[in-house]
C-alpha cells in the first residue's frame, strides 16, 4: 500500500509560478511511474504529466509543454511539479498519483493504483 500526500497549491496571479509536492509512503518508490492529473470544477480529470520510475523519461500534455516541468527525488520519495507562467486555465485540483510500472503511458488516470488526496491551485487573472 503507497500513500501519497501532496502540498504545495494555492492562489497565485496569473504569470506566477507554484511549485507542487507529492510525497509517498513505502520504501519501492523508485518501481512507481508518477503522474499529475487535475481537475477544474464541472470538467473531467485530466492528464498533465509523468515521469518513469528512474526519472529519465517524462511526458506532458501539450497545454503545459514548456511552462510545467515534472521531476522526482527517488531518495525523498517525492515527486514534483514546477509550475510556471501560470494561467487561470490551469485552475484546478492537482493530483498526483502512482503506477506500479517502470515507465506506464497511462493519459486517462484509470490505471494507477494510488492517489492522493489532491491540492487547490488557483490562477487568478
Known amino acids: 500500500q503507497v500513500q501519497l500526500v501532496e502540498s504545495g497549491g494555492g492562489l497565485v496571479q496569473a504569470g506566477g509560478s507554484l511549485r507542487l509536492s507529492c510525497e509517498a509512503s513505502?520504501?519501492?518508490?523508485?518501481?512507481?511511474?508518477m503522474g499529475w492529473f487535475r481537475q477544474a470544477p464541472g470538467k473531467e480529470r485530466e492528464f498533465v504529466a509523468r515521469i518513469s520510475g528512474s526519472g529519465s523519461i517524462t511526458s506532458y500534455d501539450d497545454s503545459v509543454t514548456g511552462r510545467f516541468t515534472i521531476s522526482r527525488d527517488n531518495a525523498k520519495n517525492t515527486v514534483y511539479l514546477q509550475m510556471n507562467s501560470l494561467k487561470p486555465e490551469d485552475t484546478a485540483v492537482y493530483y498526483c498519483a502512482a503506477k506500479s510500472a517502470a515507465y506506464y503511458t497511462d493519459y486517462t488516470g484509470r490505471q494507477y493504483d494510488y492517489w492522493g488526496q489532491g491540492t487547490q491551485v488557483t490562477v487568478s487573472s
Open positions: 513505502g520504501r519501492t518508490f523508485s518501481v512507481y511511474t
